[in-house]
C-alpha cells in the first residue's frame, strides 16, 4: 500500500522526534515549510516553551526567491539564539529531506554561530 506524502512525512517525523528532545540549554531547532514560507522555532520540550521563533513572514525578512527567505530566516534565528545565550541546538527537519530550503536554512544558521 502506497503512502501519502503527508502519512509518509508524520512516519518520519516521529522516528526522528523520538530520539531528538530539546532542553534549556540545548533547544531543538524545529522547521516547518510551507509552500510559501518557511519557519522555525527554537523549542525546549522539558518545559513545553517556545524560545524563539522566525518566519519568512516576519516584517524584517527581505528576500525575493524562497531560499533567500530560508537563508534569512536561518541567520535570524542564530541571532536571536545567540541573544538568547543559545550556542548549540538539536536539528528537527520535522520529516523533510534534509535538502533545498531545509538545508539552505540549517547551513545559514551554522554560519552564524549556531552548533549542531
Known amino acids: 500500500m502506497a503512502l501519502s506524502k503527508l502519512q ?12 531528538i528532545s530539546g ?6 531547532l524545529s522547521v516547518y515549510r510551507s509552500n510559501k514560507e518557511i519557519y522555525a522555532q527554537l523549542v525546549d520540550d522539558v518545559n513545553g516553551v ?10 524584517e525578512i527581505k ?9 534569512a530566516v536561518g541567520k535570524s534565528i542564530a541571532e536571536k539564539a545567540t ?6 541546538i538539536a ?3 520535522n520529516g523533510y529531506l534534509y535538502h533545498g530550503r531545509v ?11 549556531l552548533k549542531f
Open 8 to 19: 509518509r512525512r508524520t512516519r518520519i517525523k516521529r522516528r526522528i522526534r523520538k530520539i
Open 63 to 71: 528576500a525575493s526567491t524562497k531560499a533567500e527567505a530560508a537563508a
Open 103 to 113: 538545508k539552505v536554512l540549517a547551513e545559514a544558521a551554522r554560519e552564524s554561530g
Open 83 to 88: 541573544k538568547a545565550g543559545i550556542e548549540t
Open 91 to 93: 536539528f528537527d527537519r
Open 50 to 59: 517556545t524560545l524563539a521563533s522566525v518566519s519568512s513572514r516576519d516584517k
Open 23 to 28: 532542553t534549556t540549554t540545548k533547544p531543538r
